[in-house]
Structures are given as C-alpha cells and as structure tokens.
C-alpha cells in the first residue's frame, strides 16, 4: 500500500502565500508523476500542476506565474509554492502520485486527503 499525507494549507488574505508539502509513503519502487488538483465547492476537481521524474513540469494557466510546482526524488516529496493567492485560488487542494509499487511492479494512481486552502478578499 501506498500513503500521501499532504500538509501546509490554511487561511491566508489575498496576495499572500502558502506552501503546501505531500509525502509518499509504503511500498514505492518509484513514482513516475506527481501532482496537485483542487476541487472548490461546487466545482469539478481540477489540475493545478504536475511534474514528472525528470522535473519537467506543468500548470494550468490560471496558476502559471503564481504557483511553483518541486519535487524531492529521494524523499518521494512534493511541494507547491503559491504565492500572490487570490480569493478564487480557495479550494480543498489533493495531491495525486503515480506510483509503480515493489509487490507486482504494477503503477498505480494514489490520491491524498486533501488539505484546505482559504483565501481572504
């Protein structure tokens, strides 16, 4: 089995910033892809950003510029730096791991909880 455990959201006003972290955990050989996607009420979820093995990665156009997606390889770890925050960026943000697991060498996809992120006109 594998875990994501993601931390760092809260509530912050417009134009501040927040630092969200997700860790993965358990039966890992390696992680392909890693990602956030939020999902605001009312709303279907939707990417935020992504980055691969390599580094190479991908926002949606509302976060370019703003959000920074990073990954630590060694620590199966990803963050996403959001700075200027708008009021429209609030949303329960997931993280999402492509993981190909020790046992049957198959990859999977793994989702986290969610962590909340507010964002104060």
């Known amino acids: 089995q594998v875990q994501l455990v993601e931390s760092g959201g809260g509530l912050v006003q417009a134009g501040g910033s927040l630092r969200l972290s997700c860790a993965a955990s358990?039966?890992?050989?390696?992680?392909?892809?890693m990602g956030w996607y939020r999902q605001a009420p009312g709303k279907q979820r939707e990417l935020v950003a992504t980055?691969?093995?390599?580094?190479?990665?991908n926002y949606a156009d509302s976060v370019k510029g703003r959000f920074t997606i990073s990954r630590d390889n060694a620590n199966n770890t990803v963050h996403l730096q959001m700075n200027s925050l708008k009021p429209e960026d609030t949303a329960v943000y997931y993280c999402?791991?492509?993981?190909?697991?020790?046992?049957?060498?198959?990859?999977?996809?793994?989702w986290g909880q969610g962590t909340q992120v507010t964002v104060s006109s």
């Open positions: 980055i691969i093995s390599g580094g190479s990665a």
């Open positions: 999402k791991a492509l993981v190909r697991v020790r046992e049957t060498g198959g990859t999977y996809q793994y």
């Open positions: 358990g039966s890992i050989f390696s992680i392909n892809a």
